[in-house]
């Protein structure tokens, strides 16, 4: 039992289990939903795009590594930003990792509907509302189960984008793989819209209080997770434009369905089920980790204790579930997936940049901390790849709209107010 009664999560989750969570919630992502978005701006220069977001991604992961191994457990980054910059930040850094969560599966959920109608017709939000109350569904009725469908889905996605790429093979060198209709300008903004794509490596911690021997499974697992996406990426994106150019796709809410009919016959139903599996795992993996990372913070006492109710029977924390669910149909709203990709976008690059910050101060502040795994590259003890992740972010943070920006700044001010009327209260108690 934990503290206030409740009986612990259980651990059951080994590394192959872990490693192919974190790839199916990565892949799932963007590379189904956003492709079409990012090719209307960077043209065939797309995987130029896909390798700078994979600078970001690999920055941090390393940072998310060293951070895990010292700091095993699923309130993950508000463990790791409370250590070196205090409980006020620590409490915005949580909720910016809970709406990149909640707000990526809305996201998700917007390009399952959008390959949906391609299909059939049906209006889109409706059908990213029903798909959000299913995996609900599938969430509270336990881990084990939950673990369980990631992988059959995981495995039906990869199918795909390896298909994709096999389709590809015979179109290599027919376009020009530097045109882009924008300009550098254009790589740049698909690249901060493409980092969607890579969002799920970070989910991975989350994932500590169900892993066994999280402090070296979780490295071990992100290091591979990351890996195996950023090849997969670079070559989907080669493959897809060499089938019938950046114009196929540009701008489709269904793109590999589109390219996959026109290289045979059947290939835009057989796409279109396979990006449904994996857009449904990538919301699935997303409102997961969303869910523990609430449960993490309320079972540390940071956010209301109804958010660390764990089901006596399932052991799983049923309020943060339905909370994540919920939540997440609101940010279904503005209904445009590309701005709500960007939102989450925002929550992720702020979050990196304290995640990276907190390697380099905690190396000066706690020196003697055992760390298993260790960000290498350090220059009198900064870790230079941490430092690159911070410059990243930033520079890729203001690649986005001022709108996005906008909106962003509103989140975190409402993070930051919501934090202070919690302690205000916990004072007063």
């Known amino acids: ?30 590379i189904y939903a956003l492709i079409g978005e990012a090719a209307a701006v960077a043209g065939n220069a797309l995987w130029i795009s896909f390798i700078l977001a994979a600078l970001i991604a690999s920055f941090t992961g390393l940072s998310y590594m060293e951070l895990s191994s010292m700091f095993p457990g699923a309130s993950a980054e508000y463990e790791y930003s409370r250590y ?6 620590a409490f915005v850094i949580g909720i910016m990792v809970i709406l990149s ?17 391609g299909a059939t017709g049906a209006p889109t939000l409706p059908v990213a509302v029903v798909l959000l109350i299913l995996l609900s569904l599938i969430l509270l009725a336990g881990i084990r189960q939950s673990a369980v469908f990631a992988i059959i889905f995981t495995l039906i996605e990869a199918g795909g984008l390896i298909g994709i790429i096999i389709i590809g093979l015979p179109y290599l060198g027919s376009v020009d793989y530097f045109a882009a209709p924008e300009g550098i300008p ?31 499974t979780i490295p071990a697992a992100l290091l591979m997770a990351i890996a195996i996406t950023i090849v997969l990426y670079i070559a989907v994106s080669v493959s897809v434009v060499s089938i019938g150019g950046y114009e196929a796709i540009a701008g489709s809410p269904n793109p590999f369905a589109e390219i996959a009919g026109q290289a045979f016959t059947g290939g835009h139903l057989l796409f279109t089920v396979i990006a449904l599996f994996a857009t449904a795992n990538t919301a699935l993996l997303m409102m997961l980790a969303s869910s523990r990372i609430l449960y993490g913070m309320a079972e540390k006492k940071t956010l209301p204790a109804a958010f660390a109710y764990v089901h006596p029977g399932r052991r799983t924390p049923v309020v943060a579930i339905v909370g994540t669910a919920l939540v997440s149909m609101l940010f279904l709203l503005p209904g445009n997936i590309r701005d709500v990709a960007l939102i989450a976008n925002f929550t992720l690059f702020i979050t990196f940049i304290v995640i990276n910050a907190a390697v380099i101060r905690l190396r000066q502040t706690m020196p003697d901390t055992p760390r298993p795994y260790r960000v290498p590259g350090a220059v009198r003890n900064v870790p230079v790849p941490a430092v690159l992740g911070v410059l990243t972010c930033f520079f890729f943070m203001f690649q986005l709209e001022w709108e996005i920006l906008f909106i962003g700044i509103l989140l975190i001010a409402g993070a930051a107010g919501a934090g202070r009327i919690l302690s205000r209260k916990k004072t007063e108690q």
Request: charged fraction near 15%; avoid cysteine; aromatic fraction near 10%.
């Open 1 to 30: 039992m934990t503290p206030d009664g409740n009986p612990p999560l259980r651990r059951t989750l080994t590394l192959p289990e872990v490693v192919i969570s974190g790839v199916g919630v990565i892949l799932g992502a963007g």
């Open 84 to 89: 070196p910059f205090g409980r006020s930040i």
């Open 186 to 216: 254009g790589v740049f903004a698909a690249a901060a819209l493409i980092f969607f794509a890579y969002q799920g490596f970070e989910e991975i911690v989350k994932l500590s209080d169900e892993t066994i021997r999280p402090e070296k």
């Open 101 to 117: 969560g909640i707000v990526g599966a809305a996201t998700v959920s917007l390009g399952f509907a959008g390959y949906f109608a």
